[in-house]
């Protein structure tokens, strides 16, 4: 693949972020925003301290939520595009289509899901403000160890396919990845701030809907890039004209 070639697909994988961003912010705007106006006013309810509201709720809301989800879309979606560029035909035959979902799915799955079921999503007014920082750095080295044994699977996988077969070598990379996720899992510091007094359906609710968030961005930015990464590099050949001609694109 020609640089000219893989600066076309970044240029597609960061269109085709800034559309999942649309899309995820919709769901956020709709799934996650009244979960935290909800864990705000428990907060505020709960609170004898009264701070200043330098950002305006509304603002949060509507532009800085745009703009942190846009920003994240666009972001996420050049360097998906560059991750795809070298997977193509290095993890298997599969078409532009098959290979962007494939690697959006498994990307959903190792940068979010692993890392959230550790350590997942909170909504305001949950967790310490002194061990934000703790808090961050184990979450953090959980998503680069998700990624890191996700390649390892998968450079395994291909390993063992001369020998084993293409199923039973997927079955043994998946299994050994579970593994290892498994040990980190058991091995890191387990984090339960929760208040006592936080509804246990609202927390779940938020969890839900920031779950949801990450799989409408994912799951349409695999769908929008693949359909956009397929028309670069496998066009469909010009239909002739009425007179016999064959139309050049200019």
């Not at 050994?176 to 510091?189: D, E, M």
């Not at 349409?220 to 010009?238: A, I, M, Q, T």
Request: proline share 6%; hydrophobic share 55%; with cysteine.
């Amino acid at each position: 693949m020609n640089s000219a070639t893989v600066r076309n697909l970044l240029v597609r994988g960061m269109l085709a972020g800034l559309g999942a961003g649309l899309l995820a912010l919709v769901a956020a705007y709709f799934l996650g925003e009244p979960n935290v106006d909800s864990a705000i006013s428990f907060e505020a309810a709960h609170s004898h301290e009264h701070e200043m509201e330098i950002v305006s709720r509304s603002l949060q809301s509507t532009a800085g939520l745009a703009t942190g989800v846009l920003v994240y879309g666009v972001s996420f979606g050049g360097i998906a595009a560059l991750a795809f560029s070298f997977a193509l035909g290095r993890v298997g035959r599969f078409s532009p289509r098959a290979t962007a979902l494939l690697l959006s799915g498994c990307a959903l799955l190792a940068v979010y899901v692993v890392p959230f079921l550790k350590y997942p999503a909170n909504p305001p007014s949950v967790g310490n403000p002194d061990t934000i920082g703790r808090r961050t750095t184990l979450y953090f080295l959980m998503m680069v160890l998700s990624v890191l044994l996700a390649i390892a699977a998968t450079i395994l996988g291909k390993r063992l396919v001369p020998r084993i077969g293409t199923w039973y070598a997927t079955v043994g990379a998946v299994a050994a990845f579970a593994v290892v996720i498994g040990l980190a899992y058991a091995f890191l510091p387990v984090i339960n701030e929760v208040p006592k007094d936080f509804p246990a359906t609202l927390l779940w609710r938020f969890r839900l809907s920031a779950l949801a968030i990450q799989t409408v961005l994912w799951g349409g930015f695999g769908l929008v890039f693949g359909e956009l990464s397929d028309r670069l590099l496998n066009p469909k050949p010009v239909p002739a004209a009425a007179n016999g001609r064959v139309a050049v694109p200019s």
